[in-house]
């Protein structure tokens, strides 16, 4: 099991602990001239209103030698997924995953925090030693 799918299942079951309800795994996008592959779909409902909560989350690893290119490449790559959902499913918040200690280590940043601000970006930090959801940040 590579370190990725190690990950993606350590986020999968975190948010399954948590009351979450896996409805797409990937979840899959057809734009006609291509296709995304988001890695989780899910939703849960909320005890105050009939209508569910629904949620795409993106996770990523950040395990290669640049940081500061995977952040690049996953706010490009978020971008584009929350664009195709607004078209696909327009009421799925989009999530971005990423381990606690990059969370801690990196994106403490004050130019990497004005950018996840500036997008819009919601994050959800997993922690990979208590496999468990450290935060969630709207």
């Not at 979840?27 to 001239?33: E, Q, S």
């Not at 664009?83 to 280590?105: C, M, S, T």
């Not at 990497?112 to 919601?122: A, D, H, K």
Request: net charge negative; hydrophobic share 45%.
């Amino acid at each position: 099991m590579s370190a990725k799918d190690k990950y993606h299942n350590l986020v999968r079951t975190a948010i399954e602990n948590e009351g979450w309800t896996i409805t797409h795994d990937p979840y899959h996008i057809d734009l006609g001239f291509v296709d995304f592959y988001i890695d989780l779909g899910a939703e849960r409902l909320i005890a105050a209103t009939k209508d569910g909560e629904k949620i795409a989350i993106e996770i990523k690893t950040f395990l290669a030698a640049s940081t500061i290119s995977e952040f690049h490449t996953a706010i490009g790559q978020f971008i584009n997924y929350r664009i195709a959902l607004e078209e696909e499913d327009a009421d799925r918040l989009l999530y971005l995953a990423v381990p606690f200690d990059i969370y801690k280590r990196f994106f403490k940043y004050p130019f990497i925090q004005t950018v996840i601000s500036r997008n819009q970006i919601p994050l959800l930090v997993y922690d990979t030693e208590k496999q468990e959801v450290f935060k969630w940040i709207s």
